[in-house]
């Protein structure tokens, strides 16, 4: 069984002025994303700024996600890391902490060799009681989790569920889909391929664009699952442009822009990530006036 199908939003964090962690926007954030319909909440991973968050913040932010959920939908957890035995560790905390999922990243600047990647998926996955997906995400970590390697962790550890294809391949994916059967969980981790992943048996996205249009990105996902793919195209290809808004400059910059444009106290990026620049802006708004999101 997947650990959800649907869409599950890729959350961010709210932060205060000062950087630290605005926990009472995020409890907002949390609350509007299940109201509108959202099918789980994957907190601190790239959208979360899971990469500048001391350990503290990091379990504490997991800890109060899953104690606002209150059971209401799953919570995966990113725990993911280039440190083996540091991604162990954290992974046992957010299974203590209450996540019903782990969301693992690939080891971001060691480029380990897909002999490498199994190892170290199946040291972290062994670690814990809890399902985990992987998540491939190349532009990122500089290295390409194939679909050979993934078959072959989904053998050797059963709670290796599902994983957030984010390498913008579709042929890849439809590799992927053909090798691991409907029992491996497949989910979109671009917002302009829901569609095309789902038709290949896709059980949904991990997404940035839910952050700011939960209810219609629930929509898409839940058309596909129901087999109505006119429809559920309709509002992918309306989509595109507040998408490649929301990406035009690096994640999650722009969602948080959009988010505060919204009203939700998203805050700033946390450095080197900065605010998104004037003309980004503009054009941002204008996307989402557009969507009907604004």
């Not at 994957?42 to 899953?66: K, N, P, W």
């Not at 919570?75 to 957010?94: C, F, H, P």
């Not at 993934?150 to 439809?174: C, F, H």
Request: with cysteine.
């Amino acid at each position: 069984m997947p650990i959800f199908t649907g869409a599950g939003t890729a959350i961010v964090t709210p932060m205060h002025e000062d950087g630290s962690i605005n926990y009472a926007a995020f409890e907002d954030l949390i609350n509007d994303q299940i109201r509108n319909g959202i099918d789980a909440i994957v907190t601190v991973g790239t959208s979360g700024e899971a990469s500048t968050l001391t350990d503290e913040e990091h379990v504490e932010a997991i800890r109060f996600t899953v104690e606002t959920v209150h059971g209401r939908v799953p919570v995966i957890a990113g725990t993911g890391s280039n440190d083996t035995v540091y991604a162990a560790a954290l992974s046992r905390k957010a299974q203590k902490a209450g996540a019903d999922g782990l969301l693992l990243v690939t080891p971001y600047y060691n480029k380990a060799t897909q002999k490498g990647l199994i190892a170290h998926f199946s040291a972290i996955a062994s670690s814990v009681d809890i399902p985990c997906l992987l998540y491939n995400v190349p532009s990122r970590c500089g290295v390409n989790l194939l679909p050979e390697t993934v078959l072959a962790l989904s053998q050797m550890q059963e709670n290796i569920v599902g994983i957030k294809e984010a390498s913008g391949n579709i042929s890849q994916i439809a590799h992927l889909a053909a090798l691991t059967g409907d029992d491996f969980a497949i989910y979109s981790g671009n917002d302009d391929q829901i569609v095309p992943v789902c038709s290949l048996g896709g059980k949904g996205v991990i997404s940035v664009l839910s952050n700011v249009a939960p209810r219609v990105t629930h929509d898409m996902v839940a058309y596909c699952l129901e087999g109505c793919y006119e429809k559920a195209r309709t509002i992918q290809l309306k989509a595109m442009p507040l998408i490649a808004e929301l990406f035009s400059e690096v994640n999650p910059i722009p969602v948080k822009a959009a988010l505060n444009f919204q009203g939700f106290r998203a805050g700033a990026p946390r450095l080197p990530l900065t605010e998104l620049e004037e003309g980004h802006k503009a054009s941002l708004k204008q996307a989402m006036i557009d969507f009907g999101c604004l």
